[in-house]
């Protein structure tokens, strides 16, 4: 019955169709014949740890309660499978009181398979396999059993091993292989078992219902050994670690040792016996090999052609001669005994000579063998230089063979190759166009060829000129002398001396390059370094128009001290005519400028102006300064009576000459900015103010000069009448003057 089919059965029981116990084989409404109950209780023990376990009761046989087949084809079906899981159980029949160890792998229908391998020893007599999914997977009988398994993703794999008693030891190894990531023991009610995890390490299984001590067949004791190194080198090992069994573990070597790991040791067969703590043991014998052991070596003979009695050999040429191709190290000496050691084996130098090898593969040595150098005389190559000035683009053709007798010395033909390695031969040595580059010359003598001799071909470049321009101020004629020569550092940038040509073709020689007179023109350079000639180089010539002057004559009035303030710059485009920027200079050999060209402070003097164009500069121009005397005013006050409205009229002009004290005209302002002039000066209307005067004498003004008008008030007389008797004219009209005026 599988697992899902029981809560079916637990309904049919309580509804009295079926008993309730579990009674897959029983026919309905029989009862079996139930033999009295054995206990089967036992523990399991792997690894030090140990756990009680009990029989799973079932009222059918092994054979049955495995259902093989049913309903899946091909798997067991108790309805215990765990999918990529091993599980193991005691299964007892309480019909026959027969116990069985069952043994399943994997679920049916998983989607995957897998394959284990496992020994089972100590069976009783009794035992047999009574379940194995495919024949042929057990093997052997009692009191050891074996199984090889391998599964598919459709299918369980499993077995039972029946009637082994409840009164045994038995040891269960098992050997996983591949599909499976758990070992679970089953235990308890086969409703709903315990679930006992075990480990997958492979340490073996102690099944324990009350039996003695069990063997395993083997320990399967996990060895490593490690090699001596040479056959006379004491440094094997081996290490062994029991994997199953009950520790501790004791050691009885042949060599009298009597721990689980021996170092120390030589080349041989070491045999051990191993006892465990139940007092079963293990037998083993066990071989120290050697390894790498001695390597292999073989003599050589190495030629070297040279141009003296001695050459310089690369040893390390023939060192997979020496270690017969096995890639071992290859130590070199000079003598057989070994005391002489060749510290640079890939640069030897040595006449004819026999030296030795001896091959070392990291831990052992072989014995020397002779190795043969021979010398053999060779030609010898001359390394030299050629060189050839350039044809365009950095490159010329060199004829090699004109170098041939040169390089061999007349010993032997010469070949010509572009690479060191002599991989490539110059294509055509007769004409062989390139740029800088190392060719390679070889001297063969029908025996020997000599080494390469390195021949530097050098291609003089021409050298470089730089076109540039050159610019002076002309004369009248728009012709300046021009110093040629002192642009040849530019022209040549130091490269080699310069040669000066009037066209482009270098026919027409410039003579006296230092005194060239000409107007704008273009003039052609050629530089020289000794090897090489440039191409011809444009210089242009430029003669430029050198600006012309105006004098000029500036007027200015002082200051009251002789001294006037002046911006020269007013004048600048009167005396440069437009020409170019105005410089100032208090001399005509303009070494000491003016100061402060815009506020020039001076008397009546002459300066010099120069004009420059960017280009040229202009000769002294005569700037003539005139500093006039300015007017100076007189302040004064002008009196007049006021009228009866209480103005007065002034007369401003009568005060002119005492106001300019004679020099100059007066002009009259109502303020001291002069922004208001009067009108009529010689009758000016006021009630007392202060006006203002200003003087301009010979273009210069004077200062605003304060006026004060001042009014006089006006006594009134009273009409009287007087009568007197005449004693003469005179004194009647003495008497009226009186009283009128007083």
């Given at each position: 019955m599988h697992l899902l089919l029981a809560p079916l059965y637990a309904l049919l029981a309580l509804a009295g169709m079926f008993p309730a116990t579990n009674t897959r084989d029983n026919k309905p409404n029989e009862k079996p014949a139930v033999l009295p109950l054995v206990d089967c209780n036992c523990s399991i023990t792997q690894g030090g740890s140990t756990y009680p376990i009990s029989a799973l009761l079932g009222n059918e046989s092994a054979t049955a309660f495995y259902s093989y087949g049913t309903p899946l084809i091909s798997s067991a079906n108790t309805g215990l499978e765990l999918s990529n899981g091993l599980i193991l159980f005691l299964y007892q029949d309480l019909n026959t009181n027969l116990v069985s160890l069952f043994l399943i792998a994997d679920v049916g229908n998983s989607g995957s398979g897998g394959s284990m391998q496992f020994e089972t020893n100590c069976l009783p007599p009794t035992a047999f396999v009574s379940v194995q999914d495919d024949p042929g997977e057990f093997s052997g009988g009692p009191p050891s059993i074996t199984g090889n398994w391998s599964w598919t993703s459709c299918c369980t794999d499993?077995?039972?091993?029946?009637?082994?008693?409840?009164?045994?030891?038995?040891?269960?190894?098992l050997l996983v292989a591949s599909g499976l990531d758990s070992i679970v023991w089953l235990t308890g009610d086969i409703a709903n078992p315990t679930h006992i995890l075990l480990s997958m390490s492979g340490e073996a299984i102690t099944i324990n219902c009350g039996?003695?001590?069990?063997?395993?067949?083997?320990?399967?004791?996990?060895?490593?050994?490690?090699?001596?190194?040479?056959?006379?080198?004491?440094?094997?090992?081996?290490?062994?670690?029991p994997q199953d069994g009950v520790s501790p573990f004791t050691f009885d070597w042949s060599n009298g040792a009597t721990t689980g790991m021996l170092t120390g040791l030589l080349p041989g067969i070491y045999s051990v016996s191993i006892t465990d703590a139940q007092g079963c043991t293990e037998e083993l014998q066990l071989t120290v090999d050697v390894s790498p052991g001695d390597p292999l070596a073989q003599s050589a003979e190495l030629s070297l052609c040279s141009s003296s009695a001695e050459a310089v050999f690369d040893l390390t040429a023939i060192e997979d001669i020496i270690n017969v191709g096995t890639g071992n190290t290859v130590l070199w000496y000079e003598n057989a005994n070994l005391s002489i050691s060749i510290p640079d084996p890939s640069s030897y130098l040595s006449p004819t000579a026999t030296i030795y090898a001896v091959v070392?593969?990291?831990?052992?040595?072989?014995?020397?063998?002779?190795?043969?150098?021979?010398?053999?005389?060779?030609?010898s190559a001359i390394e030299t230089t050629f060189n050839l000035c350039?044809?365009?683009?950095?490159?010329?053709?060199?004829?090699?063979?004109?170098?041939?007798?040169?390089?061999?010395g007349g010993a032997g033909m010469v070949s010509w190759y572009i690479d060191p390695e002599l991989n490539t031969p110059v294509p055509d040595p007769e004409s062989f166009l390139t740029g800088n580059t190392t060719v390679f010359a070889v001297v063969n003598d029908g025996i020997c060829s000599s080494l390469p001799a390195s021949i530097e071909l050098i291609v003089d470049l021409k050298p470089i000129g730089f076109t540039t321009s050159l610019e002076l101020c002309g004369d009248e004629n728009d012709e300046a002398v021009f110093d040629l020569t002192a642009i040849d550092i530019i022209v040549s940038g130091g490269n080699g001396s310069v040669q000066w040509y009037l066209e482009m073709e270098l026919l027409d020689l410039i003579t006296s390059p230092n005194a060239f007179l000409t107007s704008s023109a273009t003039v052609f350079a050629v530089v020289d370094d000794g090897i090489c000639t440039s191409d011809a180089i444009p210089v242009e010539l430029l003669v430029q128009a050198t600006p012309v002057g105006f004098p000029a004559m500036i007027t200015a009035c002082d200051d009251g001290s002789g001294m006037a303030v002046i911006n020269l710059w007013d004048y600048a485009s009167q005396v440069s005519g437009g020409a170019g920027g105005v410089e100032w200079?208090?001399?005509?050999?303009?070494?000491?400028?003016?100061p402060d060209p815009i506020e020039f402070y001076t008397a009546s003097t002459i300066i010099y102006a120069m004009i420059d164009n960017g280009m040229c500069v202009s000769a002294p121009v005569p700037v003539q300064i005139n500093v006039l005397q300015s007017p100076v005013g007189n302040p004064t006050n002008i009196e007049t009576c006021a009228e009866a409205s209480g103005l007065g009229i002034f007369n401003l002009t009568a005060s002119d000459m005492e106001v300019s004290g004679g020099f100059g005209t007066v002009m009259w302002f109502e303020d001291a900015l002069g922004f208001d002039p009067i009108g009529t000066p010689s009758a000016y209307s006021s009630m007392g103010t202060t006006v203002y005067a200003q003087i301009t004498a010979n273009g210069c003004l004077s200062s605003f000069v304060p006026v004060n008008l001042v009014i006089i008030n006006s006594v009134m007389a009273n009409p009287t009448s007087y009568s007197a008797c005449e004693d003469s004219p005179g004194l009647r009209f003495l008497i009226y003057q009186m009283l009128i005026t007083w």
């Open positions: 499993g077995g039972v091993i029946e009637d082994i008693g409840c009164s045994n030891t038995i040891n269960l190894d039996g003695g001590i069990c063997c395993p067949i083997g320990f399967d004791t996990d060895i490593s050994i490690t090699d001596a190194t040479c056959p006379d080198s004491p440094n094997g090992s081996i290490g062994l670690h070392d593969n990291g831990s052992c040595q072989s014995d020397p063998v002779p190795v043969n150098l021979i010398v053999i005389e060779v030609p350039e044809e365009s683009n950095e490159m010329a053709t060199f004829d090699l063979t004109t170098l041939d007798q040169l390089v061999s200079f208090m001399d005509e050999l303009l070494i000491d400028p003016v």
